[in-house]
């Protein structure tokens, strides 16, 4: 960032981290656990961060692209808690793979 552009910085890891982040905080408000929701709350707002900065220094092409994958993160995520909120609340204690 420090040369003024992203060339070569794939905006991946910033995208999937706030996705990752969300989920997390899902899973923390389902189980009522104060340390993992605030947790992950805080990181959601920081890769959120890195995302709009990553995005203010790439070329409109690629700024595109990356504003495109993050609304998709956020329909596949947005689907996710329909599906959570769905569920038996006794079976939350398995991983969610089993459920």
Avoid: E
């Avoid at 070569?8 to 656990?33: E, H, I, M, N, Q």
């Avoid at 993050?70 to 609340?89: E, K, N, S």
């Amino acid at each position: 960032m420090r040369q003024g552009g992203v060339d070569g910085k794939r905006p991946g890891p910033f995208v999937a981290g706030a996705a990752s982040c969300a989920v997390w905080t899902k899973y923390g408000l389902v189980l009522g656990d104060g340390t993992v929701t605030g947790v992950n709350l805080a990181g959601m707002a920081l890769y959120s961060a890195y995302v709009a900065v990553y995005v203010s220094y790439a070329g409109k092409a690629l700024a595109r692209q990356v504003v495109r994958v993050a609304l998709g993160m956020c329909l596949a995520f947005a689907l996710f808690l329909h599906y959570v909120d769905g569920l038996d609340r006794r079976k939350i204690s398995l991983p969610f793979w089993l459920l």
